[in-house]
């Protein structure tokens, strides 16, 4: 049974940054890409970073490109988020997912909406910035 275990989140002030885990089990880590997204409140979930099984390729939804960074390491199955010089508006529910298509995965990052067809999620890990 696939596990997708999300960790990290918590309130944090503007301006601060935080680092969010994503540990995966149950499946051979190194055959999967792994990708952040996050839901406001009241909107759609939206594509955050997505990285290619080696970890030598990532990729940014536009307007997430400069302050988060995301990496893998595959001998602790675990893909990290890197976010910086956070404000308010990034306070979500930041969700962890995984799939053996890295184009599927690249493709959901394009548009809010479109990412519940990828094959493994985790229950989320809360982010709240305070102003």
């Known amino acids: 049974q696939v596990q997708v275990l999300e960790s990290g989140g918590e309130m944090v002030q503007a301006g601060g940054s935080l680092r969010l885990s994503c540990t995966i089990s149950?499946?051979?880590?190194?055959?999967?890409?792994v990708g952040w997204f996050r839901q406001i409140a009241g909107k759609e979930r939206e594509g955050v970073a997505c990285?290619?099984?080696?970890?030598?390729?990532?990729f940014y939804a536009d307007s997430m490109k400069g302050r988060f960074t995301i990496t893998r390491d595959n001998a602790k199955n675990t893909v990290y988020l890197e976010m910086n010089s956070l404000s308010p508006e990034d306070t979500a529910m930041y969700y962890c997912?995984?799939?053996?298509?890295?184009?599927?995965?690249?493709?959901?990052?394009?548009?809010?909406?479109?990412?519940?067809?990828?094959?493994?999620w985790g229950q989320g890990t809360q982010v709240t910035v305070s102003s």
């Open positions: 149950g499946l051979a880590f190194d055959d999967v890409a």
């Open positions: 997912a995984a799939d053996h298509d890295l184009f599927t995965m690249k493709d959901a990052l394009k548009a809010a909406g479109s990412s519940s067809h990828l094959a493994y």
């Open positions: 990285i290619n099984w080696t970890g030598g390729s990532a």
